[in-house]
């Protein structure tokens, strides 16, 4: 066996990313790793690549147990691996680029410039690119940037090559060159592990496929042993245990509508809709354009039926439009300001006069979202960042509420909070959709999706597949949809 | 917000510690005089640094302040000289003051040019410009009207402390309870937040720059009125002590943090050492070393906590 990673477990924070997972690679075999979002692929790989360390279980290369292990140390084991996002240094040239993986002497060494030009011109050319080595690496395509990182394995040699979503970017031309780039390493005795998101690609390229869900392997299957549909049946598969307080609550007017490029949806009053897709599938950058962020180059947004055009977050909130980012740490909580001014931030003009903030308004209006969210700190006028990462998604909640929105979009709303929360989180999006609120909640856990919405949109690769109703969507469509494949 | 204050109370016990040690070692530094020179030689860079406040909560930095301060010098007393009337000369200063602090402002926040790198070039180019002007020549023999304000010596600078106190007021209120205080402070801190928030950043510093060049064209009139001339060179440097007491006064250098009252306490603790040196028979090349220190200290205890936080992030988000 070439590689084999048996048992592998690991927290971040207290939070489970692998949880005994376990992959082996043959030699002179591909071998898929899929799964949902957040199943643990990255994390399996980072922990096969060194870049990070196991809490148990162990990584064996060619039959002996890796100790300390550690990128370097990868490196020299014959394991290299490819990233969706290339990390070249984009001010050095696709040579140098090229050399600063592959060369070794001490920093004082002589550099033989024609040899480095040579040498990046033959490994290119393996790898089935026509790039001049002497151009900045920020001059460069992503799809050329992936084969100076393609050309860059050749060059190390690489024993075990694994391949994060290495065609996200690439056409089919050049996924039909990068494939004949994966089977020469195939056919010279080195392994592959292939990741990817499109199962017509694993079942065109992989002699075997491994499922992950939830940091567990749930199993490694040849591929003409299983469909598509096992695959993601198994990538799916679990039981919707948890209990969800959605409930049934009258539905009004149309609030938002969507006519963009791609993408027609509608979000109605008193109505969740859950917009589901895989990372990257454009999400986040849909909520960006309701809100502002990114406005639209064509097609319209209409409020209440009237077209609206919304260039900035202020002008956002001028036409009720509310948005909890995804990242609070960084787009949504002020850290260093007390829980009073994180929730005030957004409705400052409806607690003020003349520019001039009532103190007592402003407290009144926190507290009683302080109250109605059940935010535990010690005082309102605490900073937000001492609190638990559920009291801060609730107070970044509290920020929109009180602008009294007609529309709330909701990017992840539980990514990271404590079950406790989660669950009053949901309660509390029930509540307003009751109150009339139209809720627009991203979210990449399926079960919520599932269990929280009254319609569900699927994106995929910046577009809408489908709306489902909630009678007719199930994990299995939901996901086939975010996949492509129906 | 209950350790909120604690870099604000540390300075202030750093100021009664020197006070103490001059009181036993050089108790000259407490006679009237002395403490009146003292008081006077720094309200330039008090009022100068109020301003500077402003722009650092905003993360943002401007080292061309001692350009400024000279131009708006030499505007005054050449304003004066002409036979303006003394309240047209002062509204005429400030505007100058503001105008280029806005130029600066506009640079950075809509071509989204480095504050540092907006202000090094303005503060060369307005100081060689101002050169080339005047030639390096001072203004001098200004009316009897514009010196003093035409006042005593004593009640001109009953005036100048009053305006002092009155900026600082102004500021510290508007801060603290105007729409546009929290802006600066939610800019500050987190921009992104800010500007989900509705708050338009760029608006943000631009004002911010505007009302602290406005400040320093007062802070150099008030200084002008002072002497019978005024020098070409003045302000060289100033933005030295006018960051050091910003800084000293507990204003997070990386913005979002900070008080109009701690930079009362800066420059009151970095005035003090300048003279206190002198009662101490330090030569005075230690000053500059000396503040220097000062300041690495005062960052330096900033930026521990910090790091150990963003340590601390960084473990817990590297899963996502």
């Avoid at chain 1, 011109?121 to 100076?148: H, N």
């Avoid at chain 1, 950058?285 to 977050?313: M, N, Q, Y």
């Avoid at chain 2, 070039?121 to 001072?138: C, F, N």
């Amino acid at each position: 066996m070439l590689l084999q990673a048996t048992g592998i477990s690991k927290s971040f924070a207290g939070v489970r990313a692998l949880n005994g997972a376990s992959l082996d690679v043959k030699p002179g075999e591909v071998h898929a790793l899929v799964g949902e979002n957040g199943a643990g692929k990255s994390t399996l790989i980072k922990v096969i690549t060194g870049a990070v360390t196991a809490d148990s279980g162990t990584v064996e290369v060619n039959g002996s147990v890796i100790q300390n292990h550690h990128t370097r140390l990868a490196k020299s084991l014959g394991i290299a691996a490819i990233y969706q996002q290339p990390a070249l240094f984009p001010d050095l040239s696709v040579a140098e680029n090229i050399a600063l993986a592959l060369e070794t002497g001490t920093v004082w060494r002589k550099v033989d410039w024609k040899a480095r030009t040579a040498r990046a011109k033959e490994l290119l050319d393996r790898a089935g690119a026509s790039i001049d080595p002497a151009r900045p690496a920020s001059t460069l395509s992503m799809p050329e940037q992936q084969m100076v990182e393609i050309a860059k394995a050749i060059g190390a040699e690489a024993r075990i090559l694994i391949m994060d979503e290495p065609t996200a970017s690439l056409t089919d031309v050049e996924v039909e060159r990068l494939f004949r780039v994966i089977d020469s390493f195939r056919g010279q005795g080195s392994g592959v592990v292939y990741i990817s998101h499109r199962l017509e690609e694993v079942f065109a390229i992989a002699d075997r496929i491994t499922v992950l869900r939830d940091g567990e392997t749930v199993g490694t299957h040849r591929r003409d042993a299983v469909t598509r549909e096992e695959v993601i049946h198994m990538m799916v598969g679990r039981d919707l245990s948890a209990v969800f307080p959605k409930r049934a609550v009258p539905i009004g007017e149309i609030a938002l509508e969507l006519r963009l490029p791609g993408i027609s949806l509608h979000v109605r009053r008193g109505e969740i809709l859950g917009l589901a897709g895989l990372v990257g599938s454009g999400r986040t950058e849909l909520a960006e354009t309701i809100f502002g962020l990114r406005p639209a180059d064509s097609g319209e947004i209409l409020r209440d039926g009237k077209v609206v055009r919304i260039g900035s977050p202020a002008q956002a909130i001028q036409c009720g439009i509310g948005y909890v980012p995804e990242d609070r740490r960084q787009h949504g909580i002020v850290m260093e300001m007390p829980i009073v001014s994180n929730v005030s931030l957004a409705s400052l003009a409806a607690v003020s006069s003349r520019g001039l903030i009532d103190g007592n308004a402003e407290r009144e209006l926190a507290g009683s979202y302080i109250g109605q969210l059940r935010i535990k700190a010690e005082s309102a006028q605490a900073n937000a960042g001492t609190l638990s990462g559920g009291n801060q998604q609730k107070v970044a909640l509290a920020r929109w509420l009180a602008t009294n929105p007609a529309v709330l979009i909701l990017d992840e709303p539980t990514q990271g909070v404590d079950v406790g929360s989660k669950q009053e989180i949901h309660k509390l999006m029930v509540d307003l959709a009751e109150r009339g609120l139209a809720i627009l909640m991203i979210s990449s856990e399926l079960p919520e999706i599932l269990g929280m919405s009254d319609r569900i949109a699927v994106m995929h690769n910046g577009s809408l597949r489908a709306t489902l109703s909630r009678q007719e969507a199930t994990a299995q469509k939901i996901l086939a949809l975010a996949l492509g494949q129906e | 917000m209950r350790s909120g204050y604690r870099r604000e109370i540390s300075v202030a016990l750093a100021i009664g510690a020197l006070w103490i040690a001059l009181a036993l070692l050089a108790p000259g530094f407490f006679t009237l005089s002395n403490q009146r020179d003292v008081l006077m030689a720094n309200m330039p860079v008090l009022i100068t640094a109020l301003g500077m406040t402003l722009i650092v909560l905003t993360g943002q930095i401007d080292i061309s302040v001692g350009s400024v301060f000279a131009i708006c010098g030499v505007t005054a007393g050449l304003l004066a000289k002409s036979g303006l009337p003394l309240i047209a000369v002062i509204v005429a200063t400030v505007l100058v003051g503001s105008a280029l602090g806005a130029i600066n402002g506009a640079l950075v926040a809509y071509l989204q040019i480095p504050s540092i790198v907006v202000t090094l070039a303005s503060m060369v180019a307005l100081r060689d410009g101002l050169r080339w002007v005047t030639e390096g020549a001072w203004v001098e023999n200004l009316p009897r009207t514009f010196q003093w304000f035409g006042l005593t010596l004593r009640g001109s600078e009953v005036v100048t402390i009053g305006v002092a106190a009155l900026l600082f007021a102004g500021l510290a209120w508007g801060l603290r309870h105007l729409a546009a205080g929290r802006a600066v402070y939610a800019a500050g801190s987190n921009e992104e937040a800010a500007h989900l928030a509705g708050i338009d950043r760029a608006r943000v510093t631009l004002w911010v720059f505007a009302i602290a060049g406005a400040l320093t064209g007062c802070a150099a009139l008030l200084n002008a009125a002072r002497f019978n001339q005024v020098p070409s060179n003045s302000g060289l440097g100033m933005e030295m002590s006018v960051i050091a007491a910003v800084v000293v006064g507990g204003t997070s250098i990386r913005g979002g943090r900070g008080t109009v009252a701690g930079t009362l306490l800066g420059v009151i603790l970095l005035g003090a050492i300048g003279t206190a040196l002198t009662f101490l028979g330090v030569s005075a090349y230690w000053e500059k070393a000396i503040q220097g220190g000062i300041i690495l200290a005062a960052v330096s205890a900033e930026a521990w906590p910090m790091r150990a936080q963003t340590w601390g992030g960084r473990l817990g988000r590297s899963h996502t």
